[in-house]
């Protein structure tokens, strides 16, 4: 008997390893998309648009991820990944081909709607294809319930993010933005004068 207790002990507690590792995992990659996602959604609520080097840190890392991407010989998994890291690659390209105009045409506005959507979606999506590509038993390893946290904490803050932007003006100045190195978002606070 004892030794069925020894040999039973070692799988429970790797059992409680691997859910502790999930549990460490999701940890991590909620954090990592949340840092990620946290500002565009804030500067949407406050300036009501994303800043450029936002929209080029994401067609970076996705372009980045991409290349890896391209060097491996995983078949259909390295096609569906290839293709969602190269979206962010398209809007740059249509950025160039589509014509700036002042008028609101519908191409104009949906290039907009598709430059929002590759703000939202690309950082996470990048996030993960790029955990993935590095480590493929990644997803193996993140159950469904997981998964379901990940994506609801990561909504969640930039849903917060968003309308902390829309109500900066209730717990920010213009001069905290100012010495960050921005600019004033519409309708900031003063600051105080004394």
Known sequence: MPAAATSAGPVARQARTSDGARGRVTGVIVVGMSVAVW?????????????????????????????????????????????????????????????????????????????????????????????????????????????IVIIVSVVLIAVASFALGLNQSSFLTCGDFIISGNSEPPGCTPAPTD
């Open 39 to 147: 500002w565009p959604a804030f500067t949407l609520g406050a300036w009501g648009t994303f800043f450029f080097d936002q929209m080029l840190t994401v067609w970076a890392a996705a372009t980045g991820a991409l290349i890896v991407v391209l060097f491996q010989t995983r078949g259909w998994v390295r096609v569906r990944r290839a293709f969602a890291l190269a979206i962010p690659s398209v809007w740059l390209a249509l950025e160039f081909i589509v014509p700036d105009s002042d008028n609101q045409n519908l191409l104009t506005l949906l290039l907009a709607l598709f430059a929002g959507l590759v703000a939202f979606l690309a950082v996470p999506t990048t996030i993960w294809v790029l955990a993935r590509t590095i480590w493929p038993e990644f997803g193996d390893d993140i159950r469904w319930p997981n998964r």
